[in-house]
């Protein structure tokens, strides 16, 4: 074996492992804790890329031995199906990072699409000629850039608005990104001659650079987030608790004092003749009155403090189990229970979205002619999400003054008051009204 074959073996070797470091990383930080984050939740089709990218490189190293050199053909063949693969999963990672931020739409439609045109561009390198030159320039670079995109939207995310050495990373992973797609176009004597490197050494580097920075992200990320988590934690166990304590002041305190202010009437009824107790006893009466007014005062300054989400799940289930539908009109509510609620909504806030989706829903029982109305609640990384969903008839949203009416421009009055976003889709297959607020933190 010559000094270059063992040169390239030695490159391959740690090209293979860096990648396969990357893969298993990022297939370990699969966490369902954090899952309502995009970065974590779409880290698994990393992990996958990853691993296939090892695979490949390390098949390369095999080349350069004797190992397989009966079985070449085969072997290559491999290499490429594998390098097409590992790169339409990175393209999975960039699509469902950019489908947070950007499409919002089916994530499934989108991974179809893009299989079928991978597939595709693989078929066509059969008639072509270079099918490694086209699997790069097609699907590798592509894949490459857009990951460097959606890495960059996710630095603009409001969570990450606080976590500077996180976002820095995340832009320097991202440009390592996207220079690790341009090293997929270019030639391998060309930019021997350029930059007096074998080609598979910038990417080697450039591989070690984002593998070291996704494992310093990832990291960050998990102490930020986990101090973060317990910190909401706690003080939803202390609103809690709270409102236990204002119960039971409500409910047996004050039924308590109600109850000895009525012995003290009864007292004085009593004793009327008594001047002078007659007198103490009116004395206490005020006293206590005083003492009550002052823990409703509490109690009513307690319930503008901010709240969870529960409160307006529970309202709305009251509403709901109140009104009045047609007959063959269903409506469902439901709740995210999997996530904890990652900020507080006021009090004033969580009534404005009260009457927003009791509006929704009475217009959809008036107007829509379906036979289902589904109200959603989900806690968000960023915020409150509320959708309020119909099979009906829809309506024109194209119309002039369309929204003006069916209560749509008072929904809309409460949602800019509270400084949230409301968004209305409708056609024949029925109506969809988009609500997100920002968390109070």
Do not use: C
């Amino acid at each position: 074996m010559n000094d270059v074959n063992s040169t390239m073996i030695f490159i391959y070797f740690i090209y293979g492992l860096v990648f396969f470091t990357l893969g298993i990383s990022a297939l370990m930080h699969i966490n369902r804790k954090h899952k309502a984050f995009p970065l974590v939740s779409s880290i698994q089709y990393l992990g996958l890329f990853g691993l296939l990218h090892g695979v490949v490189e390390w098949l390369i190293m095999f080349s350069f031995t004797t190992l397989f050199s009966n079985r070449f053909v085969f072997f290559r063949e491999l290499i490429w199906i594998l390098n097409g693969f590992s790169f339409i999963f990175l393209m999975f990672f960039a699509l469902k990072l950019m489908n947070h931020y950007v499409f919002k739409t089916d994530l499934r439609v989108l991974f179809i699409y893009t299989s079928v045109i991978s597939l595709g561009i693989y078929v066509s390198t059969f008639f072509i000629g270079d099918r490694n030159m086209m699997i790069r320039y097609l699907i590798g670079f592509p894949s490459a850039f857009m990951t460097g995109v959606a890495l960059i939207l996710t630095t603009r995310d409001r969570y990450y608005s606080k976590m500077k050495w996180i976002r820095y990373q995340l832009n320097i992973m991202a440009a390592a990104f996207v220079l690790y797609g341009l090293t997929q176009l270019m030639d391998q004597s060309v930019f021997l001659n350029l930059f007096g490197m074998r080609l598979e050494v910038s990417r080697t580097l450039l591989a070690i650079l984002i593998t070291l920075l996704f494992v310093s992200v990832i990291r960050l990320f998990k102490l930020e987030n986990d101090k973060r988590l317990n910190y909401l934690i706690a003080r939803q166990n202390v609103g809690k608790e709270r409102k236990r304590l204002a119960r039971e002041m409500h409910d047996v305190i004050l039924q308590d004092l109600f109850s000895v202010g009525i012995q003290i009437e009864n007292l004085q009824d009593d004793y009327s003749v008594d001047t002078e107790l007659s007198q103490k006893l009116s004395a206490s009466k005020i006293q206590l009155n005083k003492v009550m007014e002052r823990i409703r005062d509490f109690l009513i300054t307690s319930s503008f403090e901010k709240n969870d989400v529960d409160d307006l799940y529970v309202r709305l289930q009251t509403m709901l189990m109140n009104f009045k539908t047609p007959d063959g009109m269903a409506i469902k509510l439901s709740q995210n229970n999997d996530q904890i609620n990652y900020g507080f909504i006021s009090t004033n806030k969580l009534n404005q979205l009260y009457y927003v989706v009791r509006e929704s829903v009475i217009n959809a029982n008036k107007h829509s002619k379906g036979t289902l109305i589904q109200i959603g609640i989900n806690s968000t990384i960023n915020g409150l999400s509320l959708t309020v969903f119909d099979d009906g008839k829809g309506f024109d949203t194209s119309k002039p003054n369309a929204l003006q009416g069916m209560g749509l421009k008072s929904m809309l009055e409460r949602i800019n008051m509270i400084s949230g976003e409301l968004n209305i889709k409708s056609d024949i297959n029925g109506t969809r009204i988009s609500i997100m607020v920002p968390w109070e933190v």
